[in-house]
C-alpha cells in the first residue's frame, strides 16, 4: 500500500491510498518542485542580502543632527560594515547570474530556445542598465584589490530655522578616478562609461536600479518553466487537499513493515513549504 499521510508532533496519520501509477506521478511532480526550488533558491538568497543592505541604508536616511554621529563616515567598522554589505549584494548577484544560466542549459539544454531567450535577456540588461554592467564588474574590484569604499558620505539637509533638526542622508561613493586605474579589471565597455563620468559614483540608486534587472531576469526564468510548474502544484494539490496546516508535514509512505516492536517504510516528503513560496513568488512579483 502507497499512503499519503500527514506528519506532526510524530505522529504519521495516512488520509489517502494511491496506486503505484499515482505515486510515480507525484514523485515526479514533487521531484520537479524541487528541483525548481534549487535555482530560486539563490534568487531568494540574492534578495536576502539587498534588504540586509536597503535596512542598514535605511537607518541612515534623514537622520536629524541632534541625533547625528559626525564621525561615522570615517569609522573604520562602520565602513567595513558599508563595504560587506556592498560586497554580499555583488557575490549574490554574481552567484544568482551563474547559477540562473548553468540551470537552464542543464533543465533545456545549452542551444535550447529557454537558454537563448535568458541569455538575450542578460545581455540586453548589460547594453541598457550602466547599474547592471558597473555592478557587475564593480565585484571584480573588490575580490582583485579589496574595498573601493574609503569613506561614507552624508548629505545635509540643513534647517535655517531650526540647524537642530537638519537631517542627514548617506552616500556610497566610490572614486571614479580610482577605477579608471583598473581598465582589465572593468573591461571596455564599462571603462568607456567611467571615462565619461568625472564625479564620485553613488552606488545606493545604482543598487537599487540594479534590482529591476533582477527581478525581470527571474520572472523570465519562472515563465520558462511555468505550465509545468503550476500543472505540477495543481496535481500535488489536488492529492493533499485540505490536509495541510500550519505546523503539520505531508509525507506519502509505502513498504511498510513491523517486526516485532520494530516498523520500518520508506517515506516521501511533500515539499508543501516550497510550493507555499512558489504561489507567494507568483502573487507578488509575477
Not at 494511491?18 to 540574492?46: A, E, G, M
Not at 573588490?142 to 574595498?147: C, I, N, V
Not at 516498523?263 to 509575477?286: G, R
Request: hydrophobic share 35%; proline share 2%.
Amino acid at each position: 500500500m502507497i499512503r499519503l499521510a500527514t506528519f506532526e508532533n510524530n505522529d504519521l496519520i495516512p488520509f489517502r491510498e494511491i496506486n503505484q501509477t499515482q505515486y510515480n506521478y507525484f514523485n515526479s511532480d514533487c521531484s520537479l518542485i524541487k528541483t525548481v526550488y534549487t535555482q530560486y533558491v539563490v534568487f531568494k538568497y540574492l534578495q536576502l542580502n539587498l534588504k540586509e543592505h536597503f535596512d542598514f541604508i535605511k537607518k541612515w536616511e534623514k537622520v536629524p543632527a541632534n541625533k547625528m554621529h559626525f564621525t561615522i563616515g570615517t569609522n573604520i567598522h562602520y565602513i567595513l560594515q558599508s563595504n560587506k554589505l556592498v560586497l554580499n549584494v555583488l557575490i549574490g548577484f554574481k552567484f544568482f547570474l551563474d547559477n540562473a544560466e548553468a540551470y537552464l542549459k542543464r533543465k533545456f539544454g545549452k542551444n535550447s530556445d529557454e537558454v537563448k531567450s535568458h541569455i538575450n535577456l542578460t545581455r540586453d540588461c548589460f547594453d541598457t542598465s550602466f547599474a547592471y554592467r558597473f555592478l557587475s564588474k564593480l565585484r571584480n574590484y573588490y575580490a582583485h584589490l579589496g574595498f573601493p569604499l574609503e569613506v561614507v558620505h552624508f548629505d545635509i539637509d540643513f534647517n535655517d530655522i531650526d540647524p537642530e533638526i537638519s537631517e542627514h542622508s548617506c552616500k556610497l561613493l566610490v572614486d571614479t578616478e580610482m577605477l579608471r586605474k583598473e581598465q582589465e579589471l572593468f573591461g571596455a565597455i564599462v571603462m568607456k562609461d567611467l571615462e565619461k563620468i568625472d564625479y564620485s559614483i553613488d552606488l545606493i540608486p545604482l543598487i537599487k536600479e540594479l534590482t529591476y534587472s533582477i527581478n525581470t531576469i527571474q520572472k523570465n526564468i519562472y515563465s520558462l518553466q511555468k505550465t509545468e510548474i503550476e500543472e505540477a502544484i495543481e496535481n500535488i494539490d489536488f492529492f493533499v487537499g485540505t490536509k495541510k496546516t500550519g505546523t503539520n508535514e505531508i509525507k506519502v509512505y509505502q513498504n511498510y513493515k513491523q517486526t516485532g516492536n520494530e516498523v520500518s517504510f520508506d517515506v516521501l516528503h511533500v515539499p508543501m513549504e516550497i510550493i507555499e513560496e512558489l504561489k507567494d513568488y507568483k502573487k507578488n512579483w509575477c
